[in-house]
């Protein structure tokens, strides 16, 4: 199956309901203020609820309990917000999908594993953008899922593939000559509406080292290594077995040391505890 | 609510923000940029800066106090580098972390009724972090300043100290470049010599890789030179030091003098002894056996007594002139008469010690030489001459001679005194007409006398304005030569 075809039928995922696209759109424009933010958050009530829920979080550790939609906007800002709302759509999309023979909910929790990374790793590497990089580490992988969307056979057949040989989910796709995942994430994140850095972000999270040229290499390495790293310490499912490669371009590009790189694992660990509220998005919503 | 912001002011601000930050040399400065800029941003009513501590660093329209919970919310800002907009009533309570990867720079406050748009805190934010850095490298530089300033202080107080030493220090590299040098090093004016030697034993230093020395006399002065392999951040040098040791010299030349003071002084009473004893045994023979004596006896006797007196007589005949000249009262009373004679009377008057020390006594001259002296001296300074010319004789030498050759030479006049004696070692030809020095001694000859015979001697022919010398090889002999001004025509 060549890449185009998988384009065509990414055309049949679920794209974002309006609210969402709506969130995505706002959080994106220069003139946005929290209340357009909060009025468009508000069109979904379920959502709403579950944004505040994630507010309200262990992961974010706010000193106070946020009550009103308008002000978690101004105290955690417009894109965490937006991160927010699109978690709990992709968690929809991913989890709910009951269908489907493969395990969501460890797929997702590899999704938030590499978002928190992420965020973290901005953060230890000084990079004030961090909430672009919550959001690429979260969908890093949504490629996985349109594979499985559009054909659960191919996605059980690399998953097979990547376990017997104790390979990676990555390198079982090129040994069974298919386009990678990564691309495909890219091409879903495109068609969501999302800024460019996130879809190119997740294009090249396996292969830092041929986006050194990209406008958005330091935040690919970011999400490459937090990837990596996720991957060493099994939190969730990524269908991949082994052959992690953590690309020196990557560590040189971001000046990463081995005596930061211990600090930044201990602290990710701390951070992933936190981030329990992530893994249990549904609950609310069937409340 | 901001209007939009158009991309011209964007661009401004963005340059505003630059050049505010390139003038800012110090934190304070540099804060002071940021507060502006957030207020052309931001319609702010009032606008704070707190240290890494979260007290009030700089307040503009008034300062405020800070609850526990705004206090909560800045710590959450912080921790988790995320500006925040903080609804307090109908006011928002803008705070940005001014963080650097985990280091806490500080954090900006801005209180205001305006909400901020998407674009203007993202603005902001690059701002706050941009500053963030730029305040690190500030503060890193002001405390480069401070230690800078510690370690000149440090470097002042050891140059001070090493200035108020006498010795001069000077510190060089392997080029025999000067890289420190104290003041008195810097002042001292060396002559090209001094310098020529000072560069090779800093080269022989850095060759031989261990502490040389030198002893340099320039001028009147004695230096004495101590050169020292040291390391300095990693590279060989050498140090320096150079010790003006004249009156450590002088010290030791007057305890020389003194040592031979003491030498003398034994010396003198030993020679002061030998007449005295020989004069009183015979004196206390005579008057205690009177009758038993005859003529002949008693003539001989009294004889030697009259000779022994004589002798102690010209012993401190001797310390008298010597004490004179010392003291400069020594007065020439000087006449036209000749010298050839003088030398003949006084060759006459040393016959009989010359006949028992079997040395032939030999004038050269025949015709007078006159010369315009005081005699009395003079004679003395010819005595001396020649009873040291047979004193010092060699013994077993078949033919020994005194030889005396005088000379009128243009408006001087030369006299010449050679033996074919035991002869002087060449490191003493100055030093037996210094003072109390004597030949015998050092040489351990026992001969007799004060050793002030030369040394008179010596001053009596400076008195007159002469110089006296000696050309001498141990074993061969000496020629003592004065030279005399003639003070009278031919």
């Not at chain 1, 965020?119 to 230890?124: C, P, S, V």
């Not at chain 2, 954090?107 to 701002?127: G, H, I, N, P, Y």
């Not at chain 2, 040393?350 to 025949?366: I, N």
């Amino acid at each position: 199956m060549k890449l185009e075809e998988i384009i065509t039928r990414i055309e049949e995922l679920p794209t974002p309901d309006p609210v969402v696209q709506k969130i995505i759109a706002v959080a994106s424009d220069p003139n946005a203020s929290a209340k357009d933010l909060a009025d468009v958050i508000k069109l979904d009530p379920s959502l709403a609820v579950r944004i505040l829920r994630l507010v309200n979080s262990a992961y974010y550790g706010l000193p106070r309990k946020i009550a009103q939609l308008s002000e978690a906007v101004m105290i955690l800002g417009f894109k965490t917000v937006r991160n927010l709302a699109l978690s709990v759509f992709t968690y929809s999309s991913v989890v709910r999908r009951k269908r489907s023979s493969i395990d969501h909910t460890a797929l997702w929790k590899h999704f938030v594993g590499v978002a928190v990374a992420s965020e973290l790793m901005a953060q230890f590497v000084g990079y004030p953008n961090k909430e672009e990089l919550f959001i690429s580490g979260l969908l890093h992988d949504i490629g996985k899922v349109t594979l499985e969307f559009v054909s659960p056979e191919m996605f059980m057949a690399v998953a097979k593939l990547a376990k017997t040989l104790k390979i990676s989910f990555f390198e079982a796709e090129k040994k069974l000559d298919l386009p990678n995942h990564a691309l495909i994430s890219m091409k879903t994140i495109e068609r969501w509406g999302l800024p460019e850095l996130v879809s190119h972000t997740c294009g090249g999270h396996h292969t830092p080292e041929s986006f050194a040229d990209s406008l958005y290499s330091d935040v690919i390495s970011m999400v490459h290594v937090s990837d990596f790293f996720v991957n060493t310490i099994n939190y969730g499912e990524s269908y991949s077995y082994g052959g992690f490669v953590l690309s020196p371009h990557a560590l040189n590009l971001l000046g990463l040391k081995p005596r930061m790189l211990t600090s930044y694992l201990k602290k990710l660990k701390e951070k992933l505890i936190t981030a329990d509220e992530f893994l249990k998005i549904e609950q609310e919503a069937v409340s | 609510m901001l209007s939009q912001m158009s991309y011209h002011r964007l661009y401004s601000l963005l340059s505003s923000f630059i050049r505010e930050i390139m003038n800012a040399t110090e934190p304070e400065l540099l804060l002071d940029a940021l507060m502006r800029i957030f207020e052309r941003f931001v319609d702010c009513e009032r606008i704070v800066v707190l240290d890494r501590d979260f007290n009030i660093k700089k307040a503009k329209n008034g300062t405020v106090q800070l609850d526990e919970q705004l206090r909560m919310m800045i710590r959450w800002v912080v921790d988790s580098h995320s500006p925040m907009s903080l609804p307090q009533g109908d006011t928002l309570v803008h705070i940005f972390p001014l963080v650097k990867a985990n280091k806490v720079l500080g954090v900006l406050m801005a209180w205001s009724k305006d909400e901020v748009v998407v674009e203007t805190s993202e603005l902001l934010r690059t701002f706050a972090f941009l500053s963030a850095i730029v305040l690190e490298n500030l503060e890193l530089y002001s405390s480069l300043q401070v230690q800078h300033r510690a370690v000149e202080g440090t470097k002042n107080y050891m140059q001070r100290i090493l200035d108020s030493f006498p010795q001069l220090i000077a510190v060089f590299d392997e080029d025999a470049r000067i890289v420190f040098a104290n003041s008195g090093y810097l002042k001292f004016s060396f002559s090209e010599e001094f310098a020529s030697k000072i560069v090779q034993l800093v080269q022989k230093t850095f060759l031989a890789n261990s502490r040389q020395t030198l002893e340099i006399e320039e001028g009147s002065n004695f230096y004495s030179i101590v050169a020292e392999p040291i390391e300095h951040e990693g590279r060989p040098q050498v140090l320096l030091v150079i010790a003006d040791v004249t009156n450590t010299k002088e010290v030791e030349r007057l305890k020389a003098i003194d040592q031979l003071k003491t030498e003398f002084v034994a010396n003198i009473s030993h020679e002061l002894k030998t007449p005295l004893a020989a004069i009183k045994a015979y004196a206390e023979t005579i008057l205690t056996s009177m009758e038993m004596l005859d003529q002949q006896t008693l003539n001989e006797f009294v004889q030697i007594i009259y000779r022994e007196s004589q002798h102690l007589e010209s012993i401190l005949e001797e310390l008298l002139d010597f004490s004179k000249l010392e003291q400069k009262t020594l007065v020439l009373e000087k006449t036209t008469f000749d010298l050839t004679g003088l030398v003949r009377e006084t060759m006459k008057s040393l016959e009989e010690l010359a006949r028992s020390k079997q040395v032939r006594l030999e004038l050269l001259t025949r015709e007078p030489v006159l010369v315009r002296a005081d005699q009395k001296r003079l004679r003395q300074v010819v005595m001396n001459l020649l009873s040291n010319g047979v004193k010092y004789s060699k013994e077993n030498e078949s033919d020994k001679y005194v030889r005396v050759k005088i000379e009128r030479k243009d408006d001087k006049v030369l006299l010449e005194v050679s033996d074919n004696g035991i002869g002087i070692p060449k490191e003493y030809h100055q030093k037996v007409f210094e003072r109390f020095f004597r030949l015998g001694t050092v040489m351990d000859y026992r001969v007799e006398g004060t050793g002030l015979g030369l040394t008179i001697a010596k001053q009596i022919v400076e008195l007159h304005g002469g110089r006296i010398w000696l050309e001498s090889e141990p074993g061969v002999g000496t020629t003592v030569y004065v030279e005399l001004p003639a003070g009278v025509e031919r």
